[in-house]
């Protein structure tokens, strides 16, 4: 039998319980952020690969106040995390990247590999429960692959952060059917998407998704939270479109980068059919890189891109 101190008892110790997951998932988010913070200190300086070029120059441009623009290309990868690195960029006339600034990039993207840590629980909490969500966050703050991307400057890390975050609000507006996480989720995915680009499909999956799981009654209300996020997707995106048409005279959405991307996809090695073939794909990007115009650029990487496409089939 619970007496009357019992019961004045179970509310404080409840709460307290409560408060215990919380307390853990803010523990493995500080401990994935020191060991992120670890590895840095541990392997700074770094020397720059790859996509990191494009955009750490695009970060300095804009610090400078000369636009998104990398090496002459002014929409060839997505302005997301270009724009993002300008926000802690200090103005540089060299054009070269400081160690000042090259500390503050590295820095801005173990904070980013360090969010993913939270969103990561917190999205697994949402979707089932505390245990399976705390499990996700334990992984996501030791897992190798993420511990080595929130060191690099590619735009990887930022998407993630973008689109678990959209994920996020996507279900809590499926649980709540409210309307302030489907604007939320609407914002972040059109972030993501000036991010990376594959963000569009998986914003039109989820508003799928809330069309599919409502209940009968709630369906139309559903789809109209769908179109909903959509429309400002296409707002966020927008502005960056014009800007685009305004420069080519021609319907760029986000980048030039998509031909480039598939007809690298399409060099296959002869030993490794999966596999793209480095050998093949120097005097492309030989060729590619010499063009002067972007959108000739493009012309030309689709037209590489569908002929070997054509080769490849049926055999691929």
């Given amino acids: 039998m619970k007496t009357r101190s019992d019961d004045g008892m179970a509310g404080p110790a409840i709460a307290a319980r409560s408060r215990v997951p919380i307390f853990v998932l803010l523990l493995l988010t500080v401990f994935g952020g020191a060991l992120r913070v670890f590895v840095l200190e541990l392997t700074f300086p770094v020397r720059l690969v790859g996509d990191e070029k494009y955009y750490t120059d695009g970060a300095s441009n804009i610090a400078n106040g000369e636009g998104h623009i990398s090496r002459?290309?002014?929409?060839f990868r997505p302005p997301g995390q270009a724009f993002l690195l300008s926000q802690v960029a200090r103005p540089v006339q060299t054009g070269a990247v400081e160690d000042s600034n090259l500390k503050r990039y590295l820095y801005l993207q173990v904070l980013l590999g360090t969010l993913l840590v939270p969103l990561t629980g917190l999205l697994g909490w949402r979707l089932f429960d505390q245990r399976t969500g705390l499990v996700a966050a334990l992984i996501t703050s030791v897992y190798?692959?993420?511990?080595?991307?929130?060191?690099?400057?590619w735009s990887e890390i930022l998407f993630s952060v973008l689109i678990m975050t959209a994920l996020l609000f996507v279900v809590l507006a499926d649980r709540s059917r409210s309307?302030?996480?489907v604007g939320m989720a609407g914002l972040a995915f059109g972030a993501a998407t000036l991010t990376r680009e594959v963000a569009i499909p998986v914003a039109g999956i989820a508003a799928v998704w809330w069309l599919l799981t409502a209940k009968r009654s709630q369906q139309r209300l559903a789809g109209a939270q769908g179109v909903l996020m959509i429309v400002i997707v296409v707002a966020v995106v927008a502005p960056?479109?014009?800007?685009?048409?305004?420069?080519?005279?021609?319907?760029?959405p986000v980048s030039t980068v998509g031909w480039f991307a598939i007809r690298e996809g399409?060099?296959?090695?002869?030993?490794n059919g999966i596999a793209p073939d480095l050998r093949l794909?120097?005097?492309?990007?030989?060729?590619?890189?010499a063009i002067p115009d972007e959108m000739a650029r493009r012309d030309f990487a689709r037209k590489e891109a569908i002929e070997l496409?054509?080769?490849?089939?049926?055999?691929?």
């Fill in 72 to 75: 002459s290309m002014r929409a």
């Fill in 144 to 153: 190798p692959s993420l511990i080595a991307f929130s060191h690099f400057l």
């Fill in 179 to 181: 309307w302030l996480p």
């Fill in 240 to 252: 960056w479109t014009i800007r685009n048409y305004s420069l080519f005279g021609r319907l760029v």
């Fill in 266 to 271: 399409n060099t296959f090695s002869e030993e």
């Fill in 281 to 289: 794909l120097r005097p492309f990007r030989k060729d590619f890189f």
């Fill in 309 to 316: 496409i054509r080769e490849g089939q049926p055999s691929w």
